[in-house]
Structure formats: C-alpha cells, structure tokens
C-alpha cells in the first residue's frame, strides 16, 4: 500500500526523437518519486520508438504506447489515451519537448495536499535555467465560477502548468476536433465544477517553442489550427450564450479570424464560415457581402465592421 500520491504525467509525442530523451530525464531527476509516466505516440516515423525502448528500460515507470487506430490521430486523443491507461491520483499532462524542474512534482504534490487544493498551477519559462523563488506568491481560492475569469484570459494557463485530482475529470475528455487551444477548451470545461485552486507563481517547466510547433503554424496560416479557432469560438458562443462578456469574448476572436482570413485572401473559408461571421459582426447578409468585397480589395475597413454598440 502507498504511503504518498502516485502522479501520473502524461506525454503524447510524434517524431520527437530529438528532443523526448531530455524530457524524460528531466521526469527521472524528479525529487518527488513516485510517479508513473506515460508516452503516447502519435504514429512517429523518426527514431522516437528506439528511444524510448532505452527509457522503457532504464526504469519501469515509463511506459510507452501507440495511439490506437481507431482513434483520431492528434495529441489530444494521446491524451485521452494516456488518461485511460494512467492510475494515478493527480494528472500532470505535459508535452515532449519541455523540460521540468527537478523539484516539480515535489513542490506541486506538497500544495495540493497542504491546501488539499483540487487543482495545482505552476508556470513556465523560456530559459532553461530556472531559479525557484524560496518565497513565491501562492493564491489559493473555491470558486464555481473561476472558468468566466479564465475564458476571459485573466488566469492563462499552458498544459504543462495544470496538476489536477484524478477524481475530478470524470467523463471530461480532450476535444479531438481540436488542433489549437485544446487545453484552454478542455480547462473551461474542468474549471465549471465548484472547485480549490492554488496558483504558485513558480516557473517550474522549461517550454520550448520549436519551429514546427502549433503557434508557429497558426501564424503562418495552417488550415487545421486556423479551422479549431474558429470551432472553438463557435463552441464558446454557443455553450455561454446566457453570459455576455463571454459571447463577447468568442465574439471578439471570431473577428480576429475573419481578419486574418482576410489578409490572406481565404475567401473560401471565409465564405465556408459566412454565418458565424457574419454573426460575429451583428450585420446583415447583404451589408457583409459589401464588407467582405470591401476589405479584400482594399485590405482595410475592419474598424467598420464591428458590431454597433447600443
């Protein structure tokens, strides 16, 4: 029998060969130790699966498994999966090529059962030498409603920074649709139970931004990222309809998208989305017609298409 808490750390991962045998040394490095530590691989065609048969190896707490074929391919559905196959009594998802600081989990499982807290979020850093702070600012709050503050970007979390009590996910799954933002969709939902946060602001991961990364390719316009934000505004739009300041908010970045598709000339996703943004911009069918022939000539005129305050 367990005298402390097993920590299940979660890690989808495709064609990190590179990059996922530092990440593991830094969960080995752990001063907290019991810990198990998933890998779920998205269908690498790198070396990743040599690797990780030497990590495997090296200790029998990592475990490394293939995404199933019958499940959406994409590191949420490695997440889901990884859940599933996980036993522990708090969830630390984390990502394949960042680093953790060696007293993560220590410091991370010390609050949350100090402050028998339901939810434990640290922060990141960009530079790979971290320096804890011996006095850092600690926030703990109950809140039902914390999910509207974090929706609204008040609190903005990354998934390497949430540590959550298993108990508490239940049927809460990552959206597979998703290939942008899916931990802040996934955390909203999380966030609507009547919960015990403790927020440390303690950088305890190394996030590195590789150039393939999913913020990279949303800049540069790819797709699938450009298709899950528009998806996830509709999603917010819909679900708070009763809650203005959010209507507002999924409104504000339907507007951004339409800008941006603008730019880059995508009439025909913009034309695929019509409805929602012509919504979005609480103008009439017709008027937006104009609008959109308007803006893709000129490339200006967005001020002119927000909705009229009342």
């Known amino acids: 029998m367990r005298n402390s808490s097993l920590i299940s750390i979660i890690i989808p991962t495709y064609n990190r060969a590179h990059l996922i045998g530092e990440t593991l040394d830094s969960v080995l490095a752990q001063t907290y130790q ?8 998205d269908g690498s065609t790198d070396a990743t699966g040599e690797v990780m048969v030497q990590y495997i190896e090296k200790d029998a707490r990592i475990q490394y498994l293939e995404r199933p074929s019958n499940k959406s ?8 999966y990884g859940f599933e196959k996980s036993t522990g009594d708090y969830l630390q998802w984390f990502d394949s090529d960042d680093l953790m600081h060696p007293d993560k989990l220590k410091i991370k499982i010390g609050y949350a059962l100090a402050e028998k807290a339901d939810i434990i979020v640290d922060t990141h850093t960009t530079e790979r030498e971290i320096i804890l702070n011996d006095n850092p600012k600690v926030e703990v709050f109950e809140s039902a409603d914390f999910y509207v503050d974090y929706i609204l970007g008040k609190k903005p979390v990354i998934t390497n920074d949430v540590m959550v009590k298993r108990a508490l996910i239940g049927s809460l799954r990552f959206d ?13 939902r999380l966030f609507e139970q009547n919960l015990k946060y403790c927020f440390l602001d303690l950088p305890l991961s190394f996030y590195r931004e590789s150039e393939n990364s999913i913020s990279k390719n949303t800049s540069r316009g790819k797709i699938k990222q450009v298709e899950s934000l528009i998806y ?13 300041l959010l209507v507002a908010r999924a409104e504000r970045q339907g507007r951004k ?13 913009i034309m695929k989305h019509f409805k929602f943004f012509r919504k979005v911009h609480h103008k009439p069918a017709a008027l937006f017609i104009l609008f959109i022939g308007y803006n ?3 490339g200006r005129g967005f001020d002119r298409v927000k909705p009229t305050l009342k």
Not at 232 to 243: E, P
Request: proline share 2%; charged share 30%; net charge positive.
């Open 257 to 269: 998208m339409y800008k941006s598709l603008i730019q880059r000339k995508k009439v025909g996703m």
């Open 296 to 298: 893709l000539v000129t």
């Open 176 to 188: 597979e649709n998703l290939h942008k933002a899916q931990e802040y969709e996934f955390y909203t």
């Open 34 to 41: 019991d810990w198990e530590c998933i890998v779920v691989d």
């Open 232 to 244: 996830l505004s509709k999603l917010i739009k819909n679900r708070h309809k009763d809650n203005p």
């Open 73 to 80: 391919k994409g590191a949420n559905a490695c997440r889901n």
